[in-house]
């Protein structure tokens, strides 16, 4: 059998040896394309291409793109471990021809490669083409020598490939092999999706535009486009190693092998044994699409692709459990993959430590609810054979998914085992109210929202622009357009927003009046100026172009530092960290990487001396425009998902041996420019993605003067806190008749605010050191107060339950028994319980309603006596339920005792009022 490495290589040495450039697979995030949450197709990465958008500066080009398909019309998941063939994660082998050779050379390499050099048998081979393409179906007879009989047409759905609903599109020649033992398999298998008779390549001819009319128009020009499937192509060659007497399986190939036999040691469950084998195929599979995703910058999450990872990682933890696995025990399988993988894809070898560490802790923490969710399950099961339903109601099914985190899909895999079906439709509409009722209103945040530019894409003609902000503030220039308040100049210094830099701000002067300019934006690589008034002059009239000086270069400093920055994350943190979003504005910068752990003390102070090192270096800030290819090939050079990059790239140098990124943003000159650097805020803002934010410069400033004045707030807030103390210690004395400790006013410092005229590392410390020293105090008076009111809160419940007779005296009679209803003061649903019981066993024949607000949350509980239960058949939990609906709460118990929730404490007198109407409404 030909090693799958060996078969990866002959591919690539065929289409090099015909002069197709060998590319590197494009990431399976597609970051820069919404479109899509996953890289699905070799094409993903040449859509612009396609689009007539974007060019290389090749004609002809191969690779091994790195698929996934879990999602969308491509949803192979369910039929993953199932069947032989289908898998979430898969490479695409791929050849394009970009305007240059068309379908005749297409189809006479496919056919050399296939029967020249892997020799695959002719006889067993078939050709797919289009209805209506004659020239495919005539060249499959003239540059092959394929059976005649074994050359079918098909329809659209079959062989007519479409990119959208409109756009590139054109017939496709699909080539499909039998593997039956004796290779006479019968021509109604092809296209049949039998694993028998399967297709190994897709020969895409896009010759045609579909417009919006849905009419198809020629394309000028023409392109080829292709894609094999590795892992089948594999099989079918390790089938024909076996004289095609065992059937086919991508999973007997070295591709899988070497996991199978590790999930196989580690289970001590054998591959040949049936029952397991699905459980193992699964697992090995899954393992791929989990590390190669998280090398590329996913992270499993609740949303979007990171929940796509999340389901199968849970998917695969699952059928763990079906070997008897329930230790974690997924990201062990990682160092097997990047054994086998990691030469042709060197990203997993780079990032394992961080995908093993991100495997892990997402398995231990479902690990924790995934026993648990299962015996939930197999009640429910248990159930439904009571009943003999055979549908899981939705709001079981959704209580999975909230309480025990299964994914529908997952709860669904365990419905069909045990012959059930679920109620999604229920399920789909409980999360839709789960969502409605979580759905925050986004707070302002300040930023300048992004103006929609509307300008006709035939008025913008980018070789006619140029940039000159890299060395100038202000220009003269002329009028290439205006459109109401959008200008475009022939030239400019003003910046337009990309790459997380904000556009630039400034005047405009015209015939000797000034207009603001509010923003700058890009628009198909022409800088479009915003301003803040419309004007009408005609094209070619000269202008001068004034960018707001002191603004730029406040950007310009947190625009190095963020390089910088970047760099300390990835020495401090480790190299798994790369840029996922960023904002650099003038009084700010934003940094947003992936990382499954808050950032400590030691390395935020770690990342921040770093940074400030750099900038004392006084390092000279170098850029250089480079081509593409040579650019990539630096060694520690940085680019970013969601940027596309053209044929000619400008590459930022910080030392070139510490920071060098693809940037086209504006830079100081030298690092000492950007003054001091300082980390003021570290979050998370997804799961598995922190972000950090800091200030430079003027920034540093501001941040010192927020500092004085927080401990300004701090002073104050701990003046009243001292005062409330005493008051709590000279009333808990009424009680106590002791005696209370006296606090000692706490001895503050003056805050000294000329530290504010001078940017140093110490005033900052000291300004700091300020905040820090009246919050430890403003911490402590904090659980002062807490202390003493729980103290005061606990005497006042002795002392309502001592005077409970004289309560009872002013209870309601009402049809021969009393009706008691107190608002208290208590720390706990334990002390409620406990003066309820008191109430119980003194009122007699009675209902008792007490009520109190716990933090800030209402609290409710009710005792009914004895007689009454029987002979009135009134209940606790139902009086109690009523009461609790008044105060935008729930809940209920037993029939002497229970309780309940609200959530509008300011609701609770009048709902107290109301107890003897619901009382008598249940008589």
């Known amino acids: 059998m030909k090693p799958s490495r060996e078969i990866r290589n002959d591919f690539f040495k065929f289409f090099e040896e015909r002069g197709h450039r060998i590319v590197p697979s494009a990431p399976v995030i597609p970051h820069g394309d919404p479109t899509l949450l996953f890289t699905n197709a070799g094409m993903n990465q040449f859509k612009d291409v396609f689009l007539g958008e974007g060019k290389r500066d090749y004609t002809r080009a191969a690779d091994t793109q790195k698929c996934i398909r879990v999602s969308g019309k491509h949803n192979d998941l369910e039929e993953v471990g199932r069947d032989t063939y289908h898998h979430t994660f898969f490479e695409m082998l791929g050849n394009w021809s970009f305007g240059d050779y068309y379908k005749r050379e297409a189809i006479q390499w496919a056919w050399e490669l296939l029967t020249g050099v892997w020799k695959l048998p002719k006889k067993r081979l078939w050709a797919t083409v289009f209805t209506t393409d004659d020239e495919a179906f005539d060249l499959w007879k003239e540059v092959t020598d394929i059976d005649p009989s074994h050359i079918l047409r098909f329809g659209e759905k079959e062989n007519f490939w479409e990119m959208g609903d409109t756009g590139p599109c054109g017939p496709c020649s699909e080539i499909h092999m039998d593997l039956t033992p004796e290779g006479n398999a019968p021509s109604n298998l092809v296209n049949a999706d039998d694993q028998r008779v399967i297709e190994i390549w897709n020969l895409v001819f896009i010759q045609n535009n579909r417009n919006e009319k849905g009419d198809l128009e020629p394309l000028p020009a023409k392109h080829v486009d292709t894609g094999m499937g590795f892992e089948r192509v594999c099989a079918a060659l390790e089938c024909m190693s076996h004289d095609f007497k065992k059937p086919p399986s991508n999973y007997d190939t070295d591709v899988f092998t070497p996991l199978i036999s590790a999930i196989s040691e580690m289970s001590g469950k054998s591959y040949k044994a049936e029952k397991d084998q699905i459980a193992i195929r699964v697992i090995a599979d899954h393992i791929r699409a989990l590390t190669f995703a998280i090398a590329d910058g996913a992270i499993p999450s609740n949303e979007g692709r990171g929940y796509v990872l999340r389901r199968i990682l849970r998917r695969a933890a699952r059928f763990g459990r079906n070997l008897d696995m329930h230790d974690p025990f997924i990201s062990r399988l990682v160092d097997v993959l990047v054994q086998t993988m990691g030469d042709v894809f060197p990203e997993i070898k780079e990032q394992q430590a961080h995908i093993e560490r991100i ?37 079981d099914v959704f209580k999975l998914y909230d309480t025990y985190g299964f994914p529908l899909d997952l709860t669904a895999l365990l419905a069909r085992e045990r012959g059930l079906a679920i109620d999604e439709e229920g399920f789909t509409k409980l999360m839709t109210e789960q969502r409605e009722r979580s759905r925050d209103v986004k707070k302002e945040t300040g930023e300048h929202s992004k103006t929609i530019i509307t300008i006709d894409n035939s008025l913008l003609k980018p070789d006619k622009f140029t940039f000159t902000g890299y060395a100038n503030f202000d220009s003269y220039s002329r009028v290439l357009h205006i459109d109401q308040n959008l200008l475009i100049l022939e030239q400019s210094p003003f910046y337009a927003e990309a790459g997380g830099q904000v556009g630039d701000t400034g005047e405009i002067q015209i015939n000797g009046e000034t207009y603001r300019v509010i923003d700058t934006q890009k628009k198909e690589d022409v800088n479009i100026h915003i301003l803040e008034r419309p004007v009408e002059i005609p094209a070619g009239r000269e202008v001068t172009a004034r960018v707001d000086k002191q603004r730029r270069i406040d950007i310009q400093r947190n625009h190095s530092a963020t390089h910088l920055v970047h760099e300390a994350l990835r020495q401090v943190l480790g190299t798994h960290v790369h840029q996922q979003g960023s904002l650099v504005a003038p009084d700010r910068l934003r940094f947003d990487f992936p990382h499954f752990s808050k950032i400590t003390p030691e390395e935020l102070r770690d990342i921040e001396q770093m940074v400030n090192e750099k900038i004392k270096e006084s390092i000279t800030v170098e850029d250089e425009i480079l081509q593409f290819d040579e650019a990539r090939k630096i060694s520690n050079v940085k680019m970013f998902f969601g940027e596309k990059y053209g044929d000619r790239v400008r590459v930022v140098f910080i030392d070139e041996k510490f920071s060098v990124e693809f940037c086209g943003g504006t830079h100081v000159p030298r690092t000492d420019d950007i003054g001091l650097f300082k980390i003021v805020y570290e979050s998370s803002i997804a799961s598995g993605v922190r972000r950090i934010e800091a200030v430079t410069g003027d920034g540093i400033k501001r941040y010192i003067k927020e500092q004085l004045k927080h401990a300004e707030e701090l002073e104050t807030d701990i003046t009243k806190k001292f005062e409330e103390t005493a008051a709590l210690q000279e009333e808990l004395a009424q009680y106590t008749q002791e005696k209370q400790p006296q606090q000692t006013r706490p001895s503050l410092g003056d805050i000294d605010t000329s530290i504010v005229d001078s940017i140093t590392q110490m005033n900052i410390q000291k300004a700091e050191s300020m905040v820090r020293d009246r919050q430890s105090i403003d911490d402590e008076l904090s659980q002062a107060v807490r202390d003493l009111r729980k103290q005061l809160t606990k005497h006042k419940s002795r002392a309502t339950i001592q005077h409970i007779d004289n309560y009872l005296e002013e209870a309601v009679s009402l049809n021969g028994f009393k009706l008691l209803t107190l608002q208290l003061e208590v720390n706990s649903m334990d002390e409620m ?52 609906k008044l105060v935008d709460g729930g809940g209920g118990g037993r029939p002497h005792l229970a309780t309940a929730g609200g959530r509008n404490p300011e609701k609770l007198p009048k709902a107290l009022q109301e107890v003897r109407k619901i009382v008598e409404a249940m008589l």
């Open 359 to 395: 495997i892990k802790s997402e398995e231990e923490g479902f690990n924790a609810t995934l026993d648990r969710g299962l015996e939930i399950f197999n009640d429910i099961v248990e159930r439904m054979n009571k009943t003999g339903e055979k549908i899981i109601p939705g709001y």
């Open 833 to 884: 319980k406990t003066i309820g019981d008191s109430v119980r066993a003194k009122i007699g024949s009675g209902i008792g309603l007490l009520g109190a607000v716990v933090n800030n949350k209402v609290q409710l509980l009710c005792v009914v006596t004895d007689d009454l239960i029987k002979e009135r058949k009134l209940q606790a939990g139902k009086i109690v339920g009523e009461v609790a």
